[in-house]
């Protein structure tokens, strides 16, 4: 680290060594964002106007290239919580204005805040988003008689629009932006310091892991918001083998399994068999999560499939950072759209006449979309069409308006569902769905089959029925015109 420019601070800090032999054996890269990290670490407290002076947030961003970022935007809320909390202590620190009564000041205690704000110290050379911090910014290590001291330069000509600050944050950036006074009365001093735990140079890819190893591995946060949070982990391996992601994946299969089961625009709303009860709903909940999990949700391991919602795409290398709300959006836009052309072209589809209308074809157990087998090749279909042509057809360009919450509103999904109709790629999702309604979906016991269709069908009933309907499926939407043909007989290339 070099010496600083201009001096305006000197911190004093402890230098340990947090490091074991073995570790050097580990797979580094030789560039970032995987670089051997550094053997010691800093510790040391500072105020915090002054900390956040010196630091920067890279949050998850759509508008820059590259896997940069490990935070999602920050919850007002949040920091707002953490302000009263520090103010007042708990639980006098949660109650509502109302609630303050004079009684109630009994509960008030201090609200210590004693685990230590996480951050990176860049190097001079170190870039971000395609800048580099400049050389009168950077903080300089240094010792004296056997004692450390951060050497703090001049910041006034910071400039968070062309510059980098020396820090970034890994983790505690709510807290620590919960004593800035843009966000509410300020009523804490300056002064009140936080203890900070430093990294030096640490590749982006080591803070995403340490951010992980500080929310999620020790404490059992709800795992479905985990697979919200940490997108830069959702290709990581090792995670997936250690079991979390997959508990993950599970987790926000079985919400949105449930979003799809309660909003009142889902074309599933209360169809889906949530609790394995007969005559409850037509699929289970159970196998509308496997059907999650094996298309939208795939990871792509090893030769597996690689799903929307899950696997790393080009050319970021990384999963879309689509919410909860997004993602259920999604389904469901997909799944109107569908019913939408049933009903509109029950006169030129053939299956659909056979049932009598498009009511009584949509309601028929015969029906293959009331069928676990159905709603899988559904799914299936539209994650291998989309995941293709996600960074041509711009999906990661649609994005959320709000701060997601832990828990996933249906008015989250409602608004979702207003903007996805706006979106870039919603004409790809008509015309998906026009051509999907063109496919025969009833099942070897619908009306109307001859014998030799009803053989063709009887194999979607074995094991292996689901890549049989769904390359079944692929072959009418190739046998059609315009884009959907030709990306559908892209991806059944790639299946032989």
């Not at 250690?242 to 926000?252: F, I, N, S």
């Amino acid at each position: 680290m070099k010496e600083p420019h201009t001096v305006t601070a000197r911190v004093p800090v402890i230098r340990f060594k947090q490091w074991l032999e073995q570790w050097d054996t580990f797979p580094y890269g030789d560039a970032a964002p995987r670089r051997k990290p550094d053997q010691f670490m800093l510790m040391f407290a500072m105020p915090a106007a002054q900390l956040r002076q010196l630091c920067d947030v890279y949050r998850r961003s759509h508008d820059h290239g590259g896997p940069e970022g490990i935070q999602r935007a920050r919850d007002e809320a949040r920091t707002a919580r953490i302000r009263e909390y520090v103010k007042f202590g708990y639980p006098y620190g949660d109650l509502k204005e109302p609630q303050r009564t004079t009684d109630m000041l009994g509960l008030r205690k201090p609200g210590w805040l004693p685990t230590a704000i996480v951050v990176n110290i860049l190097r001079p050379d170190d870039e971000r988003r395609g800048r580099k911090l400049a050389d009168r910014h950077a903080v300089a290590l240094t010792e004296q008689n056997g004692n450390f001291f951060l050497q703090i330069p001049d910041q006034t000509d910071l400039d968070e629009e062309t510059s980098l600050a020396p820090f970034e944050v890994i983790d505690g950036q709510h807290r620590l932006w919960a004593f800035d006074p843009a966000t509410g009365d300020q009523e804490i001093p300056d002064d009140f310091s936080f203890p900070v735990v430093a990294f030096v140079g640490l590749d982006i890819a080591w803070q995403a892991y340490l951010f992980w190893s500080i929310n999620v591995s020790p404490k059992r946060i709800n795992p479905s918001h985990a697979f919200d949070l940490y997108p830069l982990l959702r290709g990581e391996e090792w995670l997936d083998r250690v079991g979390e992601l997959t508990v993950y994946r599970e987790a926000r299969a079985q919400e949105l399994t449930s979003i799809l089961q309660s909003h009142p625009a889902s074309p599933w709303m209360d169809r889906i068999n949530m609790l394995g009860e007969k005559g409850a709903g037509t699929v289970s909940q159970a196998a509308w999560i496997r059907a999650l999990l094996a298309t939208l949700m795939a990871t792509g391991r090893g030769t597996g499939r690689r799903g929307l919602f899950s696997a790393p795409i080009l050319p970021a290398d990384e999963p879309l950072e689509w919410s909860r709300a997004q993602q259920a959006a999604f389904v469901i836009e997909l799944g109107r759209l569908f019913i939408a052309e049933v009903k509109e072209g029950e006169t030129k589809h053939a299956w659909i006449r056979a049932f009598g209308d498009a009511e009584k074809a949509l309601a028929d157990r015969r029906n293959l979309l009331n069928q676990d087998m159905g709603i899988r090749a559904l799914l299936g279909v539209a994650n291998e069409i989309f995941f293709r042509k996600a960074s041509d057809w711009r999906l990661d360009v649609w994005r959320e308006s709000r701060v997601e919450n832990p828990e996933t509103s249906l008015d989250d999904v409602t608004e979702a569902l207003g903007s996805i109709q706006k979106a870039h790629f919603h004409g790809y999702m008509v015309s998906l769905a026009n051509e999907l309604a063109s496919a025969d979906w009833r099942s070897f016991d619908g009306p109307g089959l001859e014998k030799e269709q009803k053989d063709q069908k009887r194999i979607y009933r074995g094991s292996g029925g689901y890549v049989a309907l769904r390359n079944d499926t692929l072959e009418t939407l190739a046998q059609s015109e315009g884009p959907i043909a030709v990306i559908a007989s892209v991806v059944l290339s790639e299946l032989e």
